[in-house]
């Protein structure tokens, strides 16, 4: 088990928005949560990168492991860094005031690999061909779905080998989703992990190998994609 | 007449040197987190306080030593402890409201506070009588015809201009400065990226108030008598002159700060020398009511 979830219960302020959720994310899969809105999906991702208050929320009880040590007392930087975890968070939350390459060299601050970035941003050009067209442009000019495209290819400059995703297809046109998950999937070959959350459940059950349905804090369901695909109260609730 | 244009000019390159060098801890700290920090001036103020003790104790210890040596000692000596001075103030009263999550205003108020604190902390430690600076260097005074420059106006006007050459590289080539520019746009970001916002926010102080500590020290030298509430109006006029400059753009710290010394200098050089302040800032003003974001600013996108 690469990151391994048990027993959490977070909080923000006096409001318990996790109520004790466990699941798990073995290495080169991609799993996926759904789940409708305020079921927990974003907070449980913002608690695994350890995103600080007021943003982010409190651990109360329970562990986060990362190849089998906790890292609930890590800091949100030192997660990226170490635990090489990255988020590419909901709403792209790009640099608009940089350009695309600056976004994309942001990402490398604490690297010291310099082979392997040099490797890495040419990997990110030729995953998404448009943003090596417009590196050198202000990335707030940049279309929605290029926007997303550098959240992604800025997640993947960290040097993570686990990277999370909060809605990559919000905001894009039905095209370009696919063509995101395609790139995610291509991706996923290449030996990443990826914790995957999705509005559009459909789409992430197509691609996903695992999922778990997560209700007002719980999780309800688990199992292979391909089988809560089938199942009928999925289908009902999220597939409908 | 066209030599005392060129003297007027020198004079006001020196008065917009001081102005630009504290306009540009305003302007770091605003860029990055969009905190007025009101305690500036009074960094400044710590900074010339710091300078006196500092050269007073080495021209005490190294009485043999030339006076150039004691100020490339008191030099370096004083803008480290000023920044350390900055960056506390950053440690104990704005970062624990930051973690809290506080409104912009309690956090202007707390720099507000910050700034009396230093003021009266200084007051009641080292009694209300004013403290003269010591003569490091002599003055040598160059004169080309009925214009005559100090090496210490040189100084000043070099410094400032260097500055602004490292700040602007820093700031717009260095990734560093690039972590800077983007914690003003988007904060919640910043740490995923890798990057600790902390330590980020404490380089800014320090490059701030580390330039605060140089403004003390030249300006010490410059007019050495020293009192505990010598930053508070030259803080207010640094502040004015960055945000006419464009707040948060190091361009508009610079330009903003040579305007003021040029308007203020302009203004004696025409009216009597207690108009200075009212004309000075009615120009001021006039220039933000034509460009409330000020001469660099661009509305909300570009930050330092």
């Not at chain 1, 082979?115 to 050198?136: G, K, N, T, W």
Request: glycine content about 10%.
């Amino acid at each position: 088990m690469l990151l391994e979830i048990k027993d959490l219960v977070v909080r923000y302020g006096n409001i318990e928005a996790l109520h004790g959720i466990s699941f798990h994310v073995n290495e080169g899969e991609i799993v996926t949560l759904i789940g409708s809105n305020g079921a927990g999906k974003t907070t449980t991702l913002h608690a695994i990168t350890r995103v600080p208050p007021p943003e982010g929320p409190k651990i109360h009880t329970g562990d986060i492991r990362f190849q089998g040590r906790s890292i609930v007392g890590v800091e949100a930087h030192a997660i990226v860094q170490n635990c090489h975890i990255a988020l590419a968070p909901e709403g792209r939350h790009i640099f608009g005031n940089l350009t695309v390459e600056e976004n994309l060299t942001l990402a490398t601050f604490s690297r010291k690999d310099a082979d392997q970035v040099a490797r890495d941003y040419q990997r990110v050009y030729e995953l998404f061909p448009r943003l090596a067209e417009r590196r050198s442009q202000r990335s707030e000019s940049l279309s929605g779905g290029e926007q997303q495209m550098l959240a992604v290819g800025r997640a993947l400059m960290t040097g993570c080998k686990v990277i999370l995703l909060d809605e990559p297809s919000m905001g894009l046109a039905p095209l370009l989703m696919y063509d995101m998950f395609r790139t995610l999937k291509k991706l996923n070959e290449q030996g990443m992990t990826i914790l995957l959350i999705e509005q559009n459940a459909r789409l992430a059950l197509k691609f996903a190998h695992r999922a778990y349905v997560l209700d007002t804090g719980e999780i309800v369901m688990e199992g292979s994609a391909a089988a809560l695909t089938e199942n009928p109260e999925v289908q009902k609730a999220y597939l409908g | 007449m066209f030599e005392s244009i060129v003297q007027n000019l020198f004079n006001a390159l020196q008065w917009g040197s001081f102005y630009s060098l504290i306009a540009l801890g305003y302007t770091l700290v605003y860029g990055v987190l969009t905190l007025i920090n009101f305690a500036h001036g009074d960094i400044f103020m710590v900074g010339a306080y710091i300078a006196f003790f500092v050269a007073t104790f080495f021209l005490a210890t190294l009485t043999s030593a030339p006076g150039w040596v004691v100020l490339t000692i008191t030099l370096p000596l004083t803008m480290i402890l000023t920044a350390l001075v900055g960056v506390t103030l950053e440690r104990i009263a704005y970062r624990p409201l930051r973690r809290k999550g506080a409104n912009r205003l309690y956090v202007v108020i707390t720099a507000l506070m910050c700034g009396l604190i230093l003021e009266n902390g200084n007051l009641a430690l080292l009694g209300a009588s004013r403290k003269s600076f010591p003569e490091m260097i002599e003055k040598v005074v160059y004169t080309f015809g009925m214009v005559s420059l100090t090496n210490l106006k040189i100084a000043v006007i070099i410094s400032a201009v260097l500055v602004f050459v490292l700040l602007q590289f820093i700031v717009t080539k260095t990734r560093i400065g690039m972590a800077m520019r983007a914690i003003s746009y988007d904060k919640f970001a910043v740490p995923l990226m890798g990057i600790p916002i902390d330590a980020i926010i404490v380089f800014t102080f320090v490059l701030g108030s580390s330039m605060a500590g140089l403004a003390g020290l030249l300006y010490s030298l410059s007019y050495p008598i020293l009192d505990p509430y010598m930053g508070a109006l030259i803080g207010w006029k640094a502040f004015i002159a960055a945000v006419v400059g464009g707040i948060g753009d190091i361009r508009g710290a610079f330009l903003g700060g040579f305007l003021l010394g040029f308007v203020e200098i302009l203004v004696v050089a025409f009216f009597p020398s207690t108009f200075r302040d009212l004309i000075a800032f009615s120009i001021l003003l006039l220039i933000l009511v034509y460009k409330p974001t000020g001469l660099f600013g661009v509305a909300k996108t570009t930050k330092i």
